[in-house]
C-alpha cells in the first residue's frame, strides 16, 4: 500500500472512531415556555427566564453568537443585539414596546456582558426609553449566577421555581467542579469553529484565540492551553477568533503543524471542520503525524461564550470528558 492509500485509511479509521466518541447535547426540554408581555435585554437573563419556563414577547440578545438564540424566536422575537439597539436601531425596543402594548422590561446588568465587545452592556438602552413609560427592572449578576436565578424568578413570581433552579445549578457545578480530571491538565488544544453558510452550501472556519471564553470557562478550569495563537498569521482577531484563511477554496489548516496540538476541538458546524481536515490529511500525509490526529484526539463539542449559564456545569462536564481521555 503506498502512503497515500495508508493516509486515506488511516483518515478513515480516525473519522469513524470521532464519531463514536463525539459528546451529544442534552435533549431540549420538553414543555413549551409561557410567553410573558415582557421585552429582556441579556443573553443570560433569557436563558434563566427559559430555565424557568418563561419567555418574552421580545428579546435582545447576541443571537449571531449564541445557538440557542435559534431555538428560543420561536416564541420570542428577536429585535437586535444589545449593540444593535443603542447604535443602529435605536428605535428597536421603544417601538417594540409601544406596537406590542408593553410595559416590563428586564434587563441583565453585567460589567462584563461580552468579552468580544467590552463597551457592549445592555442597560445603556435605558436612555432611550425615558418617554416610553416602561417599567424597567434589572438582574444583577455582579453577585453570580445563583443570585440572579432568584432575581429573576422573583420578577416572573416564580420564587419557588427559582429556588429549586438555584439549587440544581449551584449541585451540578460543584459536582462537576470537584471532579474536574488532572488527566486534562497540561495539553494544548485548538478549537475550530464552522459556521455553515445555507445560502453557499460551504462552512467559514475560524480559531479561537487565548483569553476569551473556551479559556476563562473550559480550558483554564481543566488546566490546559490554548494553542490558537498559531494561526495568528492568518489575520487579526475578530470577535475572539483568528480567521482561517482559504487558498483555492479549501480552508487552510497548515498552522497546525506548528502548533501542533494534543486535541483539537470542533464547535459550531462541525462538518465544515471535518471536511477540511479531510481535505489536509488525503493530500498532505503530514497531518497525520499530528498528536490529536495519531491519538485520535478530535471532538465535537458545544461551544460556549457565557450565554447559556444554566447550561455551563453540563458543557463544562462534555469538555472534561473529552480532553480527560
Known sequence: MNT????????????SLLFLATPTLAAPKSTAPERIKAVMIGDRVVDIAYNLGVLPEAMSVRASLWPMADKLKTVSQPIGC???ITTARKNSVPDTL?????????????KEYCLFAPDVKPENVVPLLSNSG??????DFSAGVESAIRQTAKLLDRAAQGEELASRYVKELDAVKAALPESARGKSVVVINGTYQADTGKSMLRVEAPNFYADRFLLTPLGCSNAGDAFR????ISNGHYPVRKIKGQADLSPLLKADPDIIIMTGD???????????????????????????????????IDSSVIEYPQILRKWAVALSR
Not at 100 to 109: A, D, L, M, P
Not at 134 to 139: G, N
Not at 273 to 300: D, G, T
Open 134 to 139: 416602561a417599567d424597567i427592572a434589572y438582574v
Open 233 to 236: 498569521e492568518h489575520g487579526e
Open 98 to 110: 409601544k406596537n406590542r402594548g408593553i410595559s416590563q422590561v428586564i434587563i441583565e446588568k453585567n
Open 82 to 84: 444589545p449593540k444593535c
Open 4 to 15: 497515500l492509500s495508508a493516509a486515506r485509511t488511516h483518515l478513515f479509521v480516525i473519522f
Open 270 to 304: 462541525a462538518l465544515g471542520v471535518q471536511q477540511a481536515l479531510h481535505h489536509e490529511i488525503a493530500h498532505n500525509p503530514e497531518f497525520l503525524n499530528l498528536k490529536a490526529v495519531r491519538n485520535l484526539k478530535i471532538y465535537s463539542l458545544p461551544g460556549y
